[in-house]
Every structure is written in C-alpha cells, then in structure tokens.
C-alpha cells in the first residue's frame, strides 16, 4: 500500500528555517515526480515546488530563492528546505507523488505536516 508520511513541520519565528522531509513507501519512488504543496484555511491547494525522476526542480515564484528541494532516492524520501521564513509560509504542506498522465496515472498524498511562521 503506497504511503507518504511527511515529518519536520512546527513553530518558527520570521526569517528562521525548517526542513520538511517526506518518508515513500508502497511504491517505485525512483519512478515518480514529487512535489511540495501547501494550504491555507479557505484557499486552494498551491504548488510549492516540484522535483523531477531525474532530480531537475521547478519553484512557485513566492518561493524561489527561499526554498530548495532534493530527494535521496536511496532512501525514498524528499525534503523542502525553506529558509527566510515569512509568515505567509505559514500553512499545512503536502507531500504529493506522481507518475504518468490520464488513464495510466497514479498518484498519492501524504497527510499534511503544519508550519507556522510568528513572533
């Protein structure tokens, strides 16, 4: 049974850092793109930031220079480092799997891990 369990979310002050890391299981990591998500209470789900099989990222531009993410597939697991934390970070973030398109696409989220950027 596929399963992505995201762990690192908590409490941090402005400008401070937090690295999220997201444990796969269940499935072919190696054979997936992965992404980070986030979501605020009434707003859509937004992608964060995406990581290709071959290792290539893609940034939302609220992001871009702040954030950075890998991935270890020896070890089936992605990370988001965020760094200069500001308090619109603030947000549950979702770990987000995903292969091929249409008919022949699979994907799995994980459950969520809260971040929260205050004073």
């Known amino acids: 049974q596929a399963q992505l369990v995201e762990s690192g979310g908590g409490w941090v002050q402005p400008g401070g850092s937090l690295t999220l890391s997201c444990a796969a299981s269940?499935?072919?990591?190696?054979?997936?793109?992965m992404r980070w998500y986030r979501q605020t209470p009434g707003k859509e789900r937004e992608m964060v930031a995406q990581?290709?099989?071959?290792?290539?990222?893609n940034y939302a531009d609220s992001v871009k220079g702040r954030f950075t993410i890998s991935r270890l597939n020896t070890k089936n697991t992605v990370y988001l480092q965020m760094n200069s934390l500001k308090p619109e970070d603030t947000a549950v973030y979702y770990c987000?799997?995903?292969?091929?398109?249409?008919?022949?696409?699979?994907?799995?989220w994980g459950q969520g891990t809260q971040v929260t950027v205050s004073s």
């Open positions: 269940g499935f072919t990591f190696s054979e997936y793109v």
């Open positions: 987000y799997a995903l292969r091929g398109a249409g008919s022949n696409k699979y994907d799995y």
């Open positions: 990581i290709g099989r071959s290792g290539a990222p």
